[in-house]
């Protein structure tokens, strides 16, 4: 009689009349004889789509009866991937079981446990944590003795294969749902397919173990055994001695004996691990892919790592995805994955090699890392001399940067030293935001340079309780702290990001300062007079009545210096002293000094009322009134008049 099988997904029946198409498989071993795997089951099923929403993630179980019988569990899974045709008449689910969860970090719960736990303490942990059982063929394989060092964020996946590996087999979930451990030698149920079978070979490959090696670092390692034989070579960071030695009597001795066999018509409820016969050669299934319809037929298989041209392959999907994995430890073209430095890509004659792992990022050339990242810091270091045509960066953090010509809107230094700087403008007024951060009001004395001008000004607050956001006084950019106040000042508001988009959630704390009002203490620039730009300097704060109220100003002129004070009252010159070509000094417009070495002074002898003074080609003319008694009273000319008196 043949078999009918079911499928319950979100607990709902799907017999064969709803099923298109079912493939169940699974494999211990990928392309060679192997221990240490945990394995996970594959079930791609496609059904008529009925009523109602099956959930995300929706349990599919699959079950088989013979003849009428008792229906028995041949799969226990969940959904990963579905879909659905245009018109919803077929859907597609792609399946796995349990392990495919084991993924997670390997947690203990309850108490905190004691370092190292014995491996059959992990497993009931692993129980525990999953809430996956344990079949009963399982625990006493289990060696008591052995101990599972501090797994440090280790998968519950990595965790199980190091216990199969120490125990020479495989871990699978069998059909019932159950945590079994296979062992990589022993033979379980046998079954005689005789002629049932469409397709059989035996595969190139065949091997007699007689050396077994633990590798516990990339480098450190137990073995066990001869180089009469073939050598299982595993990884175990908790690899012993004792393991080594354990495995070899296990395995020690034993022949892999690798074929394929294309539809065979099996009883489905074998398991990995059972004897196939074929004529009079007992086979051991480490792999399956099984197809269900009315007759279920089965590829069975046990794999090689031999390479051949093959016209007779029967792997299924699961299998061919396992055989491309890279193996851990072994190198290919260079190329290597080991636990302590991840991928690592090496030339044969040890000139550079590149290492990646979870906390290494590094590139070697003659010994010397030149490029690496620091997981202190959390920064790329470059160590050498880097060329490129252009380099784009929202921030650059430097000790030292050389470079011909250097562009930028904002340039922030806490302290600088510039050897031949040349900029259009210049202020030296940053200290606004650490005084702020101080609570200093103190007034601030700075320089500001624009153009050809300078000037000293002092700004002071005020008013404490009014502040206002930095800016860029020129393009009225806000600045923003990058990271904390006191640091570094930006005008970006926000982070990038991990994808190196801006990072709006987290926007940066801005930069705030006192309302400052200031005045300019003294200036030098160059200022249109008479027709002449003329270097000006000005000094002083004035009065604020206007512009030059109250201030002094010294400035060349086209013929000659002056020094002008300007009216506190207003902008009317109250005084000026000018140093002319002529030689003279004058004062308010007066020519003062220079007439007591004077060529040729004539006077009025006969009672007149003037005299002039000649002094080179200028003559100064002055008049001199009397009194009644015909003395002489003043001295006037020259804009001024000078009393005389008597005594």
Request: hydrophobic letters at 40%; charged letters at 25%; proline letters at 4%.
């Amino acid at each position: 009689m043949g078999y009918e099988y079911k499928a319950v997904i979100a607990g709902i029946e799907y017999f064969d009349a709803d099923i298109y198409s079912c493939v169940a498989e699974n494999c211990t071993m990928a392309s060679n004889f192997e221990i240490g795997n945990v394995s996970s089951a594959r079930l791609d099923i496609a059904v008529i789509p009925k009523p109602g929403e099956i959930p995300r993630m929706a349990n599919v179980d699959l079950y088989i009866r013979e003849g009428g019988g008792a229906w028995r569990e041949k799969g226990k899974y969940f959904i990963a991937k579905r879909v659905a045709n245009k018109d919803n008449t077929r859907l597609s689910l792609e399946c796995y079981d349990v392990v495919r969860s084991f993924e997670a970090a390997f947690r203990v719960f309850g108490l905190q446990p004691d370092w190292p736990m014995s491996m059959a303490d992990a497993l009931q942990a692993v129980v525990a944590g999953t809430g996956v059982a344990m079949d009963p063929r399982t625990m006493p394989q289990i060696e008591p003795s052995y101990m599972l060092e501090y797994p440090n964020d280790r998968t519950i996946r990595e965790v199980l294969g190091d216990i199969a590996s120490a125990h020479a087999g495989n871990f699978i979930i069998t059909d019932a749902g159950l945590l079994r451990l296979v062992p990589a030698g022993a033979s379980g149920a046998s079954y005689d397919i005789g002629l049932s079978v469409k397709g059989y070979r035996d595969l190139n490959g065949e091997s007699t173990i007689s050396r077994v090696t633990l590798f516990w670092d990339d480098d450190e390692f137990f073995t066990a055994g001869s180089d009469t034989g073939a050598e299982i070579v595993a990884d175990n960071p908790n690899a012993t001695q004792q393991m080594a030695d354990g495995i070899l009597r296990e395995l020690g001795g034993f022949t892999h004996h690798p074929f394929e066999a294309a539809k065979a018509f099996i009883d489905p409820t074998f398991e990995l691990g059972d004897v196939v016969v074929v004529g009079d050669e007992p086979r051991i299934i480490n792999g399956y892919r099984m197809h269900f319809s009315a007759e279920i037929a089965t590829d069975l298989s046990n794999p090689s790592d031999d390479e051949i041209d093959d016209e007779f392959e029967f792997k299924g999907d699961m299998q061919r995805a396992f055989s491309r994995t890279v193996k851990e430890g072994s190198r290919y073209y260079g190329v290597s994955i080991t636990r302590k430095s991840g991928l690592e890509i090496a030339r044969d004659d040890g000139v550079s090699k590149t290492m990646i792992n979870s906390d290494v990022w590094e590139a070697v050339f003659d010994g010397i890392k030149r490029l690496y990242f620091d997981m202190e810091t959390g920064k790329f270091i470059f160590n050498g001399e880097l060329g490129a045509d252009v380099i784009i960066a929202r921030e650059v953090i430097t000790n030292v940067i050389e470079s011909t010509t250097v562009i930028t809107n904002n340039l922030y230094a806490e302290y600088g030293s510039i050897a031949d700087l040349t900029v259009a403008r210049l202020r030296t007024d940053m200290v606004k935001p650490a005084r702020y951060l101080a609570g200093d009001t103190s007034a601030v004395d700075y320089i500001y340079i624009e153009d050809e001008a300078i000037e000293f000004r002092v700004d002071g607050v005020p008013d404490a309780n009014v502040t206002e956001q930095f800016k860029n006084p020129r393009t009225g950019e806000l600045f923003w702290w990058r990271d904390a106040p006191g640091g570094d000042i930006v005008t970006d508001q926000y982070p990038l990001g991990s994808d190196g988009s801006p990072d709006t959630a987290n926007p940066r704390l801005p930069v705030i300062i006192y309302h400052y009002e200031g005045v300019s203490k003294a200036s030098f620039r160059f200022e249109e007079i008479e027709g002449v730009k003329s270097p000006v300097l000005t000094m002083g704060y004035g009065t604020g009545v206007d512009s030059t109220s109250g201030v002094a100003k010294m400035w060349k002129g086209a013929a000659g210096w002056v020094m002008a004070y300007y009216s506190g009252l207003g902008s009317s010159v109250a005084a000026t002293v000018e140093f002319k070509d002529d030689g003279m000094v004058y004062i308010n417009g007066n020519p003062v000094g220079g007439l007591g070495n004077f060529d040729a002074l004539e006077i009025d002898g006969t009672g007149g009322t003037g005299f002039t003074v000649t002094v080179g080609n200028q003559t100064f003319s002055f008049t001199t009134p009397r009194d009644g008694q015909g003395r002489i009273v003043g001295v006037n000319g020259e804009g001024r008049n000078r009393p005389v008196t008597y005594t």
